[in-house]
């Protein structure tokens, strides 16, 4: 009984400290006396708490909206570490000439942080390493067997990825590793991104990493496999306007090229000849063109023989179609399906007649 009482008077007092803010208290070696320290935000444009170190000791005292990433700096000398924390009272103890001795407590955000940064970004560290050796390597053994390296290291990644989340779906630091994989990871799987958000719940929701992951899921989606194609309507050679959604009911390749473009011109013998195959087996070409002088464009158009539906505003890189589908590069090109929905993308010399011979019998 009296366990109980004092369990439950203790769980008064971290109400009360929650809702009247937060410390954060230690003692830092190395750190100068009369030293100023703030609790930043890591962009810098919010400053949560400002004191004086005394004896390497120093209180800092405030209040925040939401557990989030923090530095706390110091000036003298000019050092900081990143800190997650909410309204709580934090303990953190260090000698700033040992960053490894540097140790924070108090904060349940902060062991969530420290979990990613330990046990999951090492693993991206070594799909990078075995990446950058793949690129490198010149024997087709040595590609082979880091291939095989890469794929295994990669799928380890992204379980921990997957795990994380789901074991700390409200956690604050949730979001922020989602960040870290997605800036990192060249294939950019929007519609991945969208799953593990949705996994999201609580104070993971209301940071500015999970924000700002939404933001990128609504513009990066947009071409994403497994999307549905946004409809465009633009004018083809005639001036007479064609809109993508007459093709729905076939197989459409959506081609962004440009007759100015060497490797757009390059690859289009591959893109004629997977259209002459397939041309009358339910299967059809939207090119949209970045070109701006429309001579260029007709004369290509005519050389390379591409015998089927064209577009253009004649805006270069400014194309409205290309700016809709955020083209950075070209050749760039999508596969739609019957329904409307992106199959494929970047389908390169014989691997479009590959994906149609699969998909049209």
Known sequence: MKFSFFSFFFFLITIVNAQNGFTVTGNMKG?????????????????????????????????????????????????????????????????????GSVQVTGSASHRDYEEFMYYVKPLNDYVNYFRNQLGIATRQSQKDSLGIILNTTYNI??????????????????????????ETDPD???????????????????????????????????GSVGSTAVDFTQNDQNGKPVKLSQFKGKYVL?????????????????????????KDKNFTILSVSL???????????NDDKLNWNHVSDLQYWNNAVARTYNIQSIPQNFLIDPNGVIIAKNLRGEDLAKKLKELIK
Not at 192 to 210: H, I, V, W
């Open 31 to 99: 750190i100068k006396d009369n030293s100023k320290v703030f609790l930043v935000s890591v962009d810098g444009n919010d400053t949560l708490a400002k004191g004086t170190v005394k004896n390497g000791s120093f209180n800092l005292k405030g209040k925040t909206d939401i557990a989030d990433s923090h530095f706390l700096v110091f000036t003298e000398p000019d050092t900081k570490w990143v800190v997650f924390s909410g309204n709580e009272n934090v303990i953190i103890n260090g000698d700033v000439s040992k960053p």
């Open 157 to 182: 990644y992204q379980q921990a990825v997957d795990q994380f989340v789901a074991r700390k779906g409200s956690s604050p630091v949730s979001p922020l590793l989602l960040q870290f994989w997605y």
């Open 188 to 222: 950019k799987d929007a519609i991945l991104l969208e799953k593990r958000l949705s996994f999201l719940n609580g104070e993971a929701t209301k940071t500015k990493y999970f924000l700002a992951l939404q933001q990128l899921v609504a513009a990066d989606k947009l």
């Open 254 to 278: 959506v081609d962004f090229w440009a007759s100015w473009c060497g490797p757009c011109r390059l690859e289009n013998p591959n893109v004629v000849k997977a259209y002459n195959q397939y």
């Open 291 to 301: 070109d701006q002088d429309k001579s260029n464009w007709l004369k290509a158009i």
